[in-house]
């Protein structure tokens, strides 16, 4: 045995990256321009290729071969230590444990969806990784001190847009560098668990990053596969899931919660971390495909039973709680049974909306493990932010054209095939016509050219597909509406431009009218063709709840972050921290040089650091022990 390592991760060097992004702001990410016309083809392209390689070539059969029994990470014994207090490593330099003695109490910090743009990911790891935090609780008028997490667990999507080495290295391995690129002993441990854009590479980055049994930065890396199990204190388990690209869980894994609940004792409780809410994901979607109600995470409930009181997700990038509190045989709330599922997506990626759920209730939809009568119903407990606030950041998306400017090079190329298909290069009217003469000659020719009418079907086809897939219902009415807005505006100001140099400026139609016609069909498609977008993204999700990732990541919302903070005390009580930030820091100044403080902290002479605060979002979640039946 080894004592502490106490140099092998000391950091020596700051990294090019790092030192670079610590001095120089525009050396720091943005965040994802979603509707950029090369990242539009490059996440398509990635999406595509995961989805396919992913049906034929599961990476979670690959590492689950010739692996070793399943195991557990044990957080309930104390680290062993030697006679003069030194924490005992072994050859990896990962704590050994004193079988003898009983682990008190544990932190863990829980946060998903990060690696987006720079300001909002450090703005939660600066805090995140801070030794306490000290928060206040608007509700109760009360403050709470909190201790940085003993366990970090990384809730699913890393980095964004898409998986690779870069990326990782750009959007979330620097910005937590900056943020604690060392930490004295006792170290930390991080988890990950994979969400779909973790999956866009085959996993291969986030395996080599979290499954190698290495460091990332301050925190040890101790976990093996992407899928793992926690003991904790207090007859506490954390489960993490990987629900790859198809929101199921495969056989080997099934295999190897099976062998974790045959090692959990009556009493056990556990902490379910999944990579998305598939509680709201089948009620909000489970009459239109019944896909969400048979997935393997509903066997993991029954397989667990109703040992599962806390249920944590991200991939929805906000704050939700959902709560279920029994009643005790005297018809009083039973506090210890209480079971709460908790959205938490809010690392650093762009908000998504809170209003396109307005269910207050939701239920159990595993109905064929137990009858109707026995149903949970679960209560809306809060949203962050809330419904109302949601409702007046989605207008946002009626100035869609200003926040997505190169959108409109997409319209503006469709606006442009749809006329030539139309016109082609010849004259496309008499130059005494009137608008209306226009008019009727753009329609008669789209109408009657095989070549118009191909194009046409094929862009109603392409806004078809853009449609919500959920409802085949919503697809077909509203993608049809959308694409024939776009093919009614394409001609609409093909016959104005037609009309305006022809009848009004009465220009000859040669290669000069010709350049003016096509700048500016391309001027119009681009203005109006974003505006009709914008448009449709906003009715869609206010009127019929549809479109709130597309409609969310066109406003690219930096605000409105949260993380959780988790606390089994000496007595057993579970408590949950949801800690929220209505603002982020957007100003940083390099902070003074040590091992394990950031290396960057907020700019205290911008106003914005005042709201940029780390507060409770609802009062702490309680879950007391159970009382022995013995």
């Given amino acids: ?8 991760q000391k950091p020596s060097f700051i990294p090019p990256l790092a030192a670079r992004m610590r001095y120089d702001h525009t050396a720091r990410p943005g965040m994802v321009n979603w509707y950029n016309p090369k990242q539009l083809i490059v996440t398509g392209i990635k999406t595509l290729l995961s989805t396919l390689f992913g049906l034929y070539s599961d990476f979670r059969l690959i ?7 399943p195991r557990f990470e044990d957080y309930s014994k104390a680290i062993k230590q030697d006679e003069q207090g030194n924490y005992v490593t072994d050859k990896q330099g990962f704590y050994c444990l004193d079988e003898s003695r009983e682990r008190e109490e544990v932190w863990i910090d829980y946060v998903s969806d990060l690696g987006d743009g720079f300001n909002s990911t450090y703005t939660i790891a600066y805090y995140l990784s ?4 000290c928060l206040e609780d608007t509700d109760s008028n009360h403050s709470h001190i909190t201790s940085r997490g003993n366990i970090l667990v990384f809730g699913g999507d890393q980095v964004y847009p898409t998986a690779n080495k870069k990326a990782y290295e750009t959007r979330l391995i620097t910005p937590y560098y900056l943020a604690m690129r060392y930490s004295e002993h006792p170290h930390p441990q991080v988890f990950a668990i994979p969400g779909n854009h973790d999956w866009y590479d085959g996993l291969v980055a986030f395996t080599r990053l ?28 954390l489960l993490g899931t990987d629900v790859q690209l198809n929101s199921d869980i495969d056989g080997p894994q099934i295999k190897f919660f099976e062998s974790i609940a045959e090692q959990m004792q009556e009493g056990d409780r556990v902490i379910l971390c999944n990579a998305e809410p598939y509680w709201v994901s089948s009620s909000k979607y489970g009459e239109y495909d019944h896909t969400y109600n048979e997935n393997n995470l509903f066997f993991l409930e029954k397989l667990l039973k109703k040992q599962i009181q806390v249920f944590i997700a991200g991939d929805q990038h906000h704050y939700r709680r959902f709560e279920f509190v029994p009643e005790d045989s005297k018809g009083n709330p039973d506090h210890s049974k209480k079971v709460v599922k908790i959205t938490a997506g809010g690392g650093g990626a762009f908000l998504h909306p809170t209003h396109d759920f307005k269910e207050q209730y939701i239920k159990e939809h595993f109905s064929e493990q137990i009858t109707s009568k026995e149903k949970r119903m679960f209560k809306r407990m809060k949203d962050f932010p809330d419904q109302q606030k949601s409702r007046q950041l989605c207008r946002g998306n009626l100035l869609f054209l200003a926040k997505n400017k190169t959108f409109g090079i997409v319209t503006s190329i469709i606006y442009l095939i749809l006329a030539f298909a139309v016109f082609g290069v010849d004259s496309p009217s ?5 608008f209306g003469d226009s008019l009727v000659i753009t329609i008669y020719k789209a109408t009657h050219s095989i070549q118009a009418i191909f194009w046409m079907l094929i862009i109603a086809g392409g806004f078809w597909l853009f449609t919500d897939t959920h409802s085949r219902r919503y697809k077909w009415i509203a993608g049809c509406i959308h694409g024939l807005s776009h093919i009614t505006a394409a001609l609409l100001i093909n016959s104005g431009v037609i009309f305006l140099l022809r009848s009004y400026l009465e220009l000859d139609w040669g290669p000069g009218t010709l350049a003016l016609y096509m700048l500016f069909m391309a001027i119009g498609g681009w203005v109006i063709g974003s505006s009709i977008m914008g448009l449709y993204l906003y009715i869609s999700l206010n009127v019929f709840g549809r479109h709130s990732n597309e409609a969310f990541s066109s406003l690219k919302v930096e ?3 949260n ?3 988790i606390h089994i005390d000496k007595e057993g009580n579970l408590t949950i921290y949801p800690i929220g930030l209505e603002k982020i820091v ?13 290396l960057l902290e907020p700019d205290v002479k911008y106003p914005e650091i005042r709201k940029a605060v780390p507060k409770l979002i609802e009062s702490p979640i309680v879950i007391y022990p159970r009382i022995s039946s013995k």
């Fill in 1 to 8: 045995m080894k004592k502490k390592h106490e140099t092998s």
């Fill in 63 to 69: 590492e689950a071969y010739g692996q070793s029994a």
């Fill in 130 to 133: 801070r030794p306490t935090l």
């Fill in 210 to 237: 979290f499954c190698s049994r290495k460091w990332f930065n301050g925190w040890q890396a101790p976990q093996q596969k992407s899928y793992f199990a926690i003991k904790l204190p207090h007859h506490w388990w």
């Fill in 430 to 434: 008499p130059p005494d016509g009137s």
């Fill in 559 to 561: 605000d409105w972050k």
């Fill in 563 to 565: 993380f959780l903070r």
């Fill in 586 to 598: 957007t100003h940083w100044n390099p902070a003074p040089l040590t091992d394990t403080g950031p």
